[in-house]
């Protein structure tokens, strides 16, 4: 059990740590269920690919 707890709340942190170091421009995508693909290209531009529209 205290295993199980343990690699719960590591995952939480691990979430928290990755929202933080990508920032609100690509996070925001993290949240929608339609989200497919996040793609960031060396010139700072991001692809977004959902299952129900065309790239953003």
Known sequence: MANSQNNTEGRARS???LRTALGP????F????????VMLNPDGRIWVEAFSRAPL
């Open 30 to 37: 993290l949240d929608d269920p339609a989200i497919v693909e």
């Open 25 to 28: 421009a690509i996070t925001r």
């Open 15 to 17: 979430s928290r740590m």
